[in-house]
């Protein structure tokens, strides 16, 4: 099993930037994106099921955009008025069962794949 990450950089306040993952793993396996910086936990971001229903966590309503292509085995995330406060390393993962299980890293680490991240800085 192989997730791979790209599309992560620096960009300014306000900027955008898409990042992209893409999978081995079966179609009907929800995905999901996390983030981590250097001494806090790993969070939720977003997660989509493969009939591409979605779910964010707060910090990322309204300015965050999850989607899929099952043709290409690739998941997105979208990522609009970015903040300095989003910089950190972001992961990709893949796991069977309900999407919603993106606000538990925990349990999507227990049964799930992950890649090995992408870094996004956010800063002037």
């Known amino acids: 099993v192989q997730l791979v990450e790209s599309g992560g950089g620096l960009v300014q306040p306000g900027g955008s930037l898409r990042l992209s993952c893409v999978a081995s793993?079966?179609?009907?396996?929800?995905m999901g994106w996390f983030r981590q910086t250097p001494g806090k936990a790993r969070e939720g971001v977003a997660g989509?099921?493969?009939?591409?229903?979605?779910f964010y966590a707060e910090s990322a309503k309204g300015r965050f955009t999850i989607s899929r292509d099952n043709s290409k085995r690739t998941v997105y995330l979208q990522m609009e008025r970015l903040k300095p406060e989003d910089t950190a390393t972001y992961y990709c993962?893949?796991?069977?069962?309900?999407?919603?299980?993106?606000?538990?890293?925990?349990?999507?680490?227990?049964?799930?794949?992950w890649g090995q991240g992408t870094q996004v800085t956010v800063s002037a």
């Open positions: 793993t079966p179609n009907h396996y929800s």
């Open positions: 993962a893949a796991w069977p069962g309900s999407a919603a299980l993106f606000r538990s890293p925990a349990g999507v680490r227990d049964r799930g794949s």
């Open positions: 989509i099921d493969t009939s591409g229903t979605t």
